[in-house]
């Protein structure tokens, strides 16, 4: 079965770490785009980061720029968003998504994971 | 940033409905436009690419369509399992933008 399966989510105090993990199967990880998107409570969808297919190109939100780290292992099909100096309004559910196109920078996306919850408080 | 503003935010239908939402940027995205449908406990499903591109496995009642700076979505006859929130999304440049999306519930 084609998925991705989000992990690492918790409770975390403010200026805490968190690292949040995303394993693909059913596809081959290597040739796609993969990025973070959340959704804080009550509000909408907010793309976080992207990065592309070897690492070469890497994108971030401004709200997480400095503080998250997108990476990939290509050999393990994995996805990671490392998060650190968390804040309060980083709390949401993380999706791990993938590009529709194959080898493409900037794409639309098509496949999502369920989410992992990230709750950032004292 | 490119800002996407969709409305209405909102909107009350019954099953067999024709609705329509809609979606405008703050700049030309030309086609680089995709809806995504989001429901509680569900993984977000992608419904259309590229303005109109039906994303494989979408029924047919989806149609995407605009130009420009202006798009919808419509459903053609809505069932009971479209109710949920919908989001359209411009991936012309970074940062990647959402609408703020728009709730549909069953009148």
């Known amino acids: 079965e084609v998925q991705l399966v989000e992990s690492g989510g918790g409770l975390v105090q403010p200026g805490g770490s968190l690292r949040l993990s995303c394993a693909a199967s059913?596809?081959?990880?290597?040739?796609?785009?993969m990025n973070w998107v959340r959704r804080a409570p009550g509000k909408g969808l907010e793309w976080v980061a992207s990065?592309?297919?070897?690492?070469?190109?890497?994108y971030y939100a401004d709200s997480v720029k400095g503080r998250f780290t997108i990476s990939r292992d290509n050999g393990n099909s994995s996805l990671y968003l490392q998060m650190n100096s968390l804040r309060a309004d980083d709390t949401a559910l993380y999706f791990c998504?993938?590009?529709?196109?194959?080898?493409?920078?900037?794409?639309?996306?098509?496949?999502w994971g369920r989410g992992t919850y990230v709750t950032v408080s004292s | 940033d490119i800002q996407m503003t969709q409305s209405p935010s909102s909107l009350s239908a019954s099953v067999g409905d024709r609705v329509t939402i809609t979606c405008r940027a703050s700049q030309d995205i030309s086609l680089y436009l995709a809806w995504y449908q989001l429901q509680p406990g569900k993984a977000p499903k992608s419904l259309i690419y590229a303005l109109s591109g039906l994303q494989s496995g979408v029924p047919s009642r989806f149609s995407g369509s605009g130009s420009g700076t202006e798009f919808s979505l419509t459903i053609s006859s809505l069932q009971p399992e479209d109710f949920a929130t919908y989001y359209c999304q411009q991936y012309k440049t970074y940062p990647i933008t959402f609408g703020q999306g728009t709730r549909l519930e069953i009148k």
């Open positions: 990065i592309s297919t070897t690492s070469n190109f890497i």
């Open positions: 059913g596809f081959t990880f290597l040739p796609y785009t």
């Open positions: 998504v993938r590009d529709f196109s194959l080898g493409a920078n900037l794409d639309a996306f098509d496949l």
